[in-house]
């Protein structure tokens, strides 16, 4: 079994999981090139922040991701991605809202809808094979954020952890990650982007999202098949309302225990072309101190 890599995550002790849809009459390219390589160095360059990824979602691609059981409804909303921003500790977060309005501000010109949500006590890795802390590019494994909105009351979330725990310990299984957020409230839209959507509906206002990766999409297959999951199948409608899928095309790491990578720095397709051409030079400290200033050195990729 590969060795596992969760516990880089735990410099992580507050964050935001945002889901992101783009803006109408907006070419898919043109939004995944400008969130990758404009908005995203914006944001690396924003003080406090310690973790930064995105994950591109595949909008065609929808059958067979994740089984739903009977009773639980659909959620219908489209996502073209998520963001996920972390802290080390509640004063760095508080430092990068400050200077947050910049990053705001940017968000109207390829973002139609994005909602913050808030993990003040951080989220829980329970498996990471990946040895790459720092990928960025197309994903190498079939991937999934699955959103669930959990029933009131804790009993919910006791499950999803205790089935998180559970279901993570199987070798097909090459990630597992779980969101437990605040309720989300409508009254108190996040983030505070101008010209664009933050309101939920009541399928979106108690999530969960879990991140689960598998080596390939027959892995997945087998892996819902087992006992074990079927188990959890059974009790999902007892816990879980409102149900949604989405398939991971992309995965970009701008920001790694506080410093930007490569693609932090320079946008994520520059990066890929430094990685491409064998440029090491690129990762030179005096190129690298050419775009950080005063930052401290960046980790190459």
């Known amino acids: 079994m590969s060795k596992d890599y969760a516990e880089r995550d735990k410099a992580v002790r507050h964050n935001i999981y945002a889901t992101v849809r783009r803006r109408d009459g907006l070419p898919d390219d043109l939004f995944t090139t400008y969130w990758r390589d404009v908005h995203s160095t914006l944001c690396s360059r924003l003080p406090g922040l310690g973790f930064y990824v995105q994950q591109h979602f595949d909008?065609?691609?929808?059958?067979?991701?994740?089984p739903a059981a009977a009773g639980v409804r659909p959620i219908r909303a489209v996502f073209d991605g998520s963001a996920e921003l972390g802290f080390a500790n509640s004063k760095d977060q508080a430092t990068f809202t400050d200077a947050g309005s910049i990053l705001?501000?940017?968000?109207?010109?390829?973002?139609?809808?994005?909602?913050?949500?808030?993990l003040p006590d951080g989220s829980q890795t329970y498996i990471d094979r990946e040895e790459d802390g720092a990928r960025n590019g197309p994903d190498c494994y079939h991937r999934v954020h699955v959103y669930m909105n959990r029933k009131p009351g804790n009993e919910p979330s006791v499950w999803l952890e205790e089935t998180s725990a559970e279901l993570a310990r199987f070798e097909?299984?090459?990630?597992?990650?779980?969101?437990?957020?605040?309720?989300?409230r409508?009254?108190?839209?996040?983030?505070?982007?101008?010209?664009?959507?933050?309101?939920?509906g009541?399928?979106?206002?108690?999530?969960?999202?879990?991140?689960?990766?598998?080596?390939?999409a027959r892995a997945a297959r087998e892996f819902f098949a087992t006992a074990a999951f079927q188990k959890v199948l059974a009790n999902q409608a007892r816990y879980i309302d409102a149900l949604g899928v989405c398939l991971v095309k992309g995965f970009y790491t701008f920001v790694r225990d506080g410093r930007p990578t490569t693609a932090g720095l320079r946008g994520s397709r520059s990066a890929e072309l430094i990685e491409a051409a064998g440029a090491a030079n690129q990762l030179e400290h005096d190129v690298v101190s050419m775009f950080t200033r005063n930052r401290a050195h960046t980790r190459g990729l």
């Open 59 to 66: 909008r065609d691609h929808t059958a067979n991701l994740w």
């Open 104 to 118: 705001y501000s940017d968000e109207a010109n390829f973002i139609g809808e994005a909602v913050a949500y808030s």
């Open 172 to 184: 097909a299984v090459q990630k597992w990650k779980l969101h437990l957020p605040k309720p989300y």
């Open 186 to 200: 409508n009254d108190h839209p996040a983030p505070p982007s101008p010209n664009v959507e933050h309101s939920v």
């Open 202 to 216: 009541d399928d979106r206002l108690n999530l969960a999202i879990a991140e689960v990766a598998f080596s390939s």
